[in-house]
């Protein structure tokens, strides 16, 4: 074991054979990773990666990256796994109290409307939740009523109900597993449940008991109307990962490993035979099969299989005959058995199929090209998700990234792409704007997300374009940009934008310390009833609200980098500095950069 502060390991993990202290620092996003013996010779080496096939929770979620097999070929992907921490948190109780204010910002409104408890975690992450309780002044009845339940039915009257990015949340033995595969906010992305009891002026204690499973730690819980907001930051246990014993994910036996998946053509025509291959390694003998069906509306078509044949390099290739039809969606994945276990490629098997789509039409290639494969189960998802058909899960402003496949240019092919609809509660609709982000371990052109905008449709087509080269000019860092055509499964190509999102790979690419800075993105507070009408919203202002108390802005100026701190102090101290109106140049110039902002 080799650690950073030796003498701190010991006083956790016992007397273990530790060496330190190790002046570097291994990189979330990804390093290289080499062991040489004493006389300099590379024994090991591993240029491991934060996500995609490789395990997700070691990216700064709490679990640590573990080798299953020493015999495996450390490489690849397919030999490591996320540690298992399951057993080490432990519940605690948190507290809050407070006056429920019932700020009714809609006319006319229902108690089924505002009388509602909201829960989100600020990022990725799973956490549980017990005992979950709103009692006036502590005492008596428990106004949730339904809180061992899920709601089935699209209301939270029923139960929790799990929309946008925490729709995985579901409840086991009676705790809610509260899930996020992104961040919680305002409007579609959380979890809710009606306490229709609530009365206005009233004081009530919010009591539940909580521990941290993954990823963030942050937990916001908070009344429809803020006046009950609760930051917490669950106890994250300090004996993570498995330093000085054996690794908690080890296999007895080595498993079959599979890698660099691709089929070709890339985008297949009705006349062509599809191939589909990957590289394998056995330690035993074992089976390779291609698992794949046709893509339908409801998601549920059988899956079939088809053994691959080995090539005799250690690749093995499978041909499909059966999907001849311009626009058939054709998903598929890998599966490799053998007694030390098994093994599927992409990782997530039948739930996060590759996918290849079947495609005719001729493309005039003026510009680059980038297609889009999306299910059709998943493209409804997105353009209705707030029904019976999609559980009431995916409403209209939700945020939750649905799998795709990228192609670029019509040539390079990205399995487990990640895409959904964008747009403001005025602008959403359609897929003809879009944000995508590609899997950690496959980025395009160092890119991790990127967004597709319609802008160039219209009158407005060079706006965008003419402000970020003024800013460049004037010596300022701006995101990247281009004009592509982007094709949607086999619908004809829009001419759109594609940009760089003001996220962690610009701020990485545009500033020294990156990520390490505070972003924040001011949005709307949009108030909703429960059947999304209303909508009235609030926007962001640098009023200074009489406290420093994170509740007051959380919900309209958004942070987009160290969520799990939820400290506003830098924000909130600019917004009093400013309100006061006695400020020096001085002041100012310590806070912000007053040319910087001229320029923008």
Same mark, same amino acid.
């Given at each position: 074991? +080799?650690?950073?502060?030796?003498?701190?390991?010991?006083?956790? &993990?016992?007397?273990?054979?530790?060496?330190?202290?190790?002046?570097?620092?291994?990189?979330?996003?990804?390093?290289?990773?080499?062991?040489?013996?004493?006389?300099?010779?590379?024994?090991?080496?591993?240029?491991?990666?934060?996500?995609?096939?490789?395990?997700?929770?070691?990216?700064?979620?709490?679990?640590?990256?573990?080798?299953?097999?020493?015999?495996?070929?450390? $490489?690849?992907?397919?030999?490591?796994?996320?540690?298992?921490?399951?057993?080490?948190?432990?519940?605690?109780?948190? #507290?809050?109290?407070?006056?429920?204010?019932?700020?009714?910002?809609?006319?006319?409104?229902?108690?089924?409307?505002?009388?509602?408890?909201?829960?989100?975690?600020?990022?990725?992450?799973?956490?549980?939740?017990?005992?979950?309780?709103?009692?006036?002044?502590?005492?008596?009845?428990?106004?949730?009523?339904?809180?061992?339940?899920?709601?089935?039915?699209?209301?939270?009257?029923? !139960?929790?109900?799990?929309?946008?990015?925490?729709?995985?949340?579901?409840?086991? %033995?009676?705790?809610? &597993?509260?899930?996020?595969?992104?961040?919680?906010?305002?409007?579609?992305?959380?979890?809710?449940?009606?306490?229709?009891?609530?009365?206005?002026? *009233?004081?009530?204690?919010?009591?539940?008991?909580?521990?941290?499973?993954?990823?963030?730690?942050?937990?916001?819980?908070?009344?429809?109307?803020?006046?009950?907001?609760?930051?917490?930051?669950?106890?994250?246990?300090?004996?993570?990962?498995?330093?000085?014993?054996?690794?908690? =994910? $080890?296999?007895?036996?080595?498993?079959?490993?599979? %890698?660099?998946?691709?089929?070709?053509?890339? #985008?297949?025509?009705?006349?062509?035979?599809?191939?589909?291959?990957?590289?394998?390694?056995?330690?035993?003998? @074992?089976?390779?099969?291609?698992?794949?069906?046709?893509?339908?509306?409801?998601?549920?078509?059988?899956?079939?299989?088809?053994?691959?044949?080995?090539?005799?390099?250690?690749?093995?290739? @499978?041909?499909?005959?059966?999907?001849?039809?311009?626009?058939?969606?054709?998903?598929?994945?890998?599966? @490799?058995?053998?007694?030390?276990?098994?093994? /599927?490629?992409?990782?997530?098997?039948?739930?996060?199929?590759?996918?290849?789509?079947?495609?005719?039409?001729?493309?005039?290639?003026?510009?680059?090209?980038?297609?889009?494969?999306?299910?059709?189960?998943?493209?409804?998802?997105? /353009?209705?998700?707030?029904?019976?058909?999609?559980?009431?899960?995916?409403? $209209?402003?939700?945020?939750?990234?649905?799998?795709?496949?990228?192609?670029?240019? *019509?040539?390079?092919?990205?399995?487990?792409?990640?895409? &959904?609809?964008?747009?403001?509660?005025?602008?959403?609709?359609?897929?003809?704007?879009?944000?995508?982000?590609?899997?950690?371990?496959?980025?395009?052109?160092?890119?991790?997300?990127?967004?597709?905008?319609?802008?160039?449709?219209?009158?407005? =087509?060079?706006?965008?374009?003419?402000?970020?080269?003024?800013?460049?000019? /004037?010596?300022?860092?701006?995101? *990247?940009?281009?004009?592509? =055509? #982007?094709?949607?499964?086999?619908?004809?190509?829009?001419?759109?934008?594609?940009?760089?999102? +003001?996220?962690?790979?610009?701020?990485?690419?545009?500033?020294?310390? !990156?990520?390490?800075?505070?972003?924040?993105?001011?949005?709307?507070?949009?108030?909703?009833?429960?059947?999304?009408?209303?909508?009235?919203?609030?926007?962001?202002?640098? *009023?200074?609200?009489?406290?420093?108390?994170?509740?007051?802005? =959380?919900?309209?100026?958004?942070?987009?980098?160290?969520?799990?701190?939820?400290?506003?102090?830098?924000?909130?101290?600019?917004?009093?500095?400013?309100?006061?109106?006695?400020?020096?140049?001085?002041?100012?110039?310590?806070?912000?950069?007053?040319?910087?902002?001229?320029? &923008?």
């Amino acid at each position: 074991v +080799v650690a950073a502060d030796a003498s701190l390991l010991r006083s956790i &993990h016992g007397n273990i054979n530790v060496l330190g202290n190790f002046v570097g620092k291994l990189n979330n996003d990804g390093d290289l990773l080499r062991l040489l013996d004493s006389r300099g010779n590379l024994a090991n080496e591993v240029d491991y990666k934060p996500g995609g096939d490789w395990p997700s929770l070691a990216h700064g979620g709490g679990s640590s990256m573990e080798l299953i097999n020493p015999f495996m070929d450390n $490489r690849l992907a397919s030999a490591w796994r996320d540690s298992d921490e399951s057993t080490k948190p432990k519940f605690k109780t948190y #507290v809050t109290s407070g006056i429920y204010e019932s700020n009714a910002l809609l006319t006319p409104i229902l108690p089924t409307d505002i009388n509602e408890l909201h829960l989100y975690l600020v990022s990725a992450g799973h956490v549980i939740l017990d005992n979950i309780q709103i009692r006036k002044n502590g005492e008596g009845v428990n106004y949730i009523f339904n809180g061992k339940k899920m709601s089935i039915n699209g209301v939270s009257e029923s !139960g929790w109900l799990a929309q946008g990015t925490h729709w995985a949340t579901y409840i086991k %033995d009676g705790q809610l &597993h509260l899930i996020s595969d992104g961040r919680g906010d305002n409007r579609a992305n959380r979890v809710e449940i009606d306490a229709p009891n609530l009365r206005k002026g *009233e004081a009530y204690e919010l009591r539940f008991d909580a521990k941290w499973v993954s990823g963030s730690p942050r937990l916001i819980a908070h009344t429809w109307d803020y006046s009950l907001c609760p930051s917490i930051l669950l106890d994250v246990p300090p004996n993570l990962g498995t330093p000085g014993r054996p690794n908690s =994910r $080890r296999l007895a036996t080595p498993a079959v490993q599979l %890698d660099n998946l691709q089929h070709s053509p890339a #985008v297949p025509r009705s006349s062509d035979t599809i191939a589909v291959s990957c590289r394998a390694k056995f330690p035993t003998t @074992a089976a390779v099969k291609l698992i794949h069906r046709l893509d339908n509306d409801n998601g549920n078509s059988p899956w079939n299989s088809k053994p691959m044949t080995s090539n005799g390099d250690g690749t093995y290739t @499978a041909l499909l005959n059966e999907y001849k039809t311009s626009g058939n969606i054709v998903q598929f994945y890998v599966q @490799a058995s053998s007694p030390g276990g098994e093994c /599927l490629l992409p990782r997530g098997g039948a739930d996060r199929p590759a996918m290849l789509i079947v495609d005719d039409q001729v493309i005039t290639k003026d510009l680059r090209y980038e297609r889009f494969v999306i299910s059709a189960y998943d493209t409804g998802a997105m /353009l209705g998700g707030n029904t019976n058909k999609y559980n009431w899960k995916f409403p $209209r402003l939700n945020n939750h990234y649905f799998n795709a496949t990228f192609i670029n240019n *019509e040539q390079e092919v990205y399995y487990n792409a990640e895409i &959904h609809n964008s747009g403001s509660g005025y602008t959403r609709g359609g897929l003809d704007r879009g944000k995508w982000k590609l899997p950690l371990d496959r980025l395009f052109r160092d890119h991790h997300k990127l967004t597709y905008d319609n802008d160039p449709d219209g009158q407005a =087509r060079h706006h965008n374009r003419l402000v970020r080269y003024w800013l460049y000019l /004037l010596g300022e860092p701006v995101s *990247e940009c281009e004009f592509v =055509r #982007v094709i949607l499964n086999k619908n004809p190509s829009m001419l759109r934008e594609e940009t760089e999102p +003001v996220s962690n790979d610009y701020l990485k690419r545009a500033w020294k310390h !990156g990520t390490q800075g505070r972003l924040y993105r001011p949005e709307f507070t949009w108030w909703f009833r429960d059947d999304w009408t209303g909508g009235s919203p609030i926007g962001p202002s640098f *009023e200074y609200k009489g406290s420093s108390d994170p509740r007051l802005y =959380r919900h309209v100026w958004m942070k987009r980098t160290r969520e799990a701190e939820d400290d506003y102090t830098d924000l909130t101290g600019f917004f009093k500095l400013i309100s006061e109106n006695q400020y020096t140049q001085k002041q100012i110039e310590e806070i912000l950069d007053p040319e910087a902002v001229l320029k &923008h």
